[in-house]
C-alpha cells in the first residue's frame, strides 16, 4: 500500500499551533528537497543562504514532520519532538539563541515514586547512580575494538535492584529495547544540556518555515535520476526538474513510499533497509491535581505491577504531562487493537496503581500520538540495531552526484533528533550548494 493510501494516524487532526506563509516554487529550481520536517527547513534555508533556487515539497499539509505544535485547551503542546537535546552542539539551541527564542534550560532535579510513597532520597541516588553505572559502562563497550553487538550486552550485572529501570528508559529513548540496539551506534547520541522553547518545538520550526517556497499536499512519488540531473514525480502526476535532490524523507517511508529510476545502488539500499523503526508515542494528560511539584521534570514510577516508560511532567509549569509510550508498550495496545482508547486505559490503570483511582478525578487525556502509523513517518525515528553502525555514514555519500539524502537517520552525534535531523539537512544543502557553485552537479 502506498503512503497515500494510507489512514491518516489519531493526531493528524490536530491543527498546528503555527501555520507559516510560505512563497510560491520557483519556475526552474536549482535543488528540490523533499519533506519540510527539520531537515527540509535547514536545507531550505542553506540553500536560500546560498543564493541557490530550492523548491520543497511536502507531502503533508502542514511543515515540521514529526515536530509540530498544536493548541490544547489554550496550551501549545508538542504532538512529536519537545526537547531540544544536546544543548551544546544542537544547531537550532544556537540559532534559537541568536534570534532571540524563549528558550529555557531544562530542570536538572526528577520525581521518583516507589509504589504508593514518594522514594526516599537513598533511593533516588541509587537510582542516579544506576544510570550512571550504566552509561559509562556502554561508552567503555562501544569504545573498545570487538564486533558490534546488542547495548544490553554492556549493562553492568552490578545495577541491582533498578537494572530493570535502566534497561527499560534506555530502551524508551532509543526507540527499542537494548537487545535491538546497536552498542557502536548506540553512546554516539549525545543527551546532555537539554533545553525547551516557549510556544513548543514545532511552533519554532514553523517560525523558521516563514517565507520558503514549500509546496503542500504534495508527496513524492518517484525520482527519476537517469542522464542529466533528477525529475521528480508527484502522486498527483506533477513533474519537476533540477539539478540535484535532497531527499529528507523518513527511512522509514523510504523503505516502500519512493521509488527511484534507476533504483538505488546496493550498498545504499541495504543501508537504509537495515535500519529498524524507533517507536516513542506520547500519551498528553491534562492532569491539574496531579502529586507532581515544579516544572518540566521526569518522574520514575516504580515498585509496581505497572510502571510508565517516561512520564515528564507540569510541561513548561502547566497541567500538561507527558506519560510516554515504549516500542513494548505500543505493541501491547497494537496486538489487542485497541487504538488510542487502549492507550488512555493503560495509562489510568498505571497511574491508579500509583495514586489511587479517587486521585486521578480530573485526569483527561486529550491526545494520543500514532506516530507508527502515520503515513508520512511510519515511526517515531530510525534505529540502528547490531551490525548496522556503519548505515549512518553510507547515506552521506550523494548517489550519482545528485541525490542527497538528509534528516535524523544520518546523524551520528544527535541520532533520532530534530537537532540532528536540521543539522543533517544543512550539511547536505551546503554540500549541494558547494557542487552547484563549482559547477559540478550532475
Ligand atoms: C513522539 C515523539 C517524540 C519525540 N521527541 C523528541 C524530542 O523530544 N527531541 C528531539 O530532538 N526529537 C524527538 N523526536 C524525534 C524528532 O521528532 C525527529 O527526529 C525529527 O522531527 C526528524 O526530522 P526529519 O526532518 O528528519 O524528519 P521529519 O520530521 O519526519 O520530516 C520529513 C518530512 O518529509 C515528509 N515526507 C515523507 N514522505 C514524503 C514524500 N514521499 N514526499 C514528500 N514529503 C514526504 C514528511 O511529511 C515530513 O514532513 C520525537 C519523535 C516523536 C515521534
Redesign the pocket.
Known sequence: MS?ASRKPAAHARFAPSLVPRLAPLPAAPEVIV???????IAAARTLLGRGVSVAV????GRVG???VTTMLRGHPIDL????L?AGPINPLVHLGRARGEPLRRAAQEGHVWVGRRPGRAAEAAASARAFDLADRAMTRGAATEGPDRAAARALPRSLGPWGARVARVHGLVSGRPLEEVSLHDFPSMEYGDNVFIAGGYGGYLARLAQGLPIALS???ARIDWTGVGVRVETADGRRLSARAVIV???VM?LRT??GFTPALPEPVRRAIDGFSTGI???AVLHWPSSPFRGRDRLASLVGGRLSPPGLLTRIDGTPFHYFELDSGSAALIDAAGTGADGVRRRVRATLAAHFGPTRLRDLSIPAV?E?RHDP??QG??AVVPPGHAPARQVLHAPVGGKIWFA??ALSRLQW????G?YAEGARAAEAVAGRIRMGTAA
Open positions: 503512503p523533499v519533506g519540510a520536517g527539520a531537515a527540509g515539497l511536502e507531502a503533508r514532520g514529526r515536530t512529536g519532538a519537545h526537547w537535546h504534495s508527496p513524492v529528507t524523507a523518513p517511508v513510499g519512493l516513542y508515542e506520547h500520538s506516530w508520512w513517518s517515531s525515528w534528516g535524523e533520532g533528533t530534530t537537532g535531523a
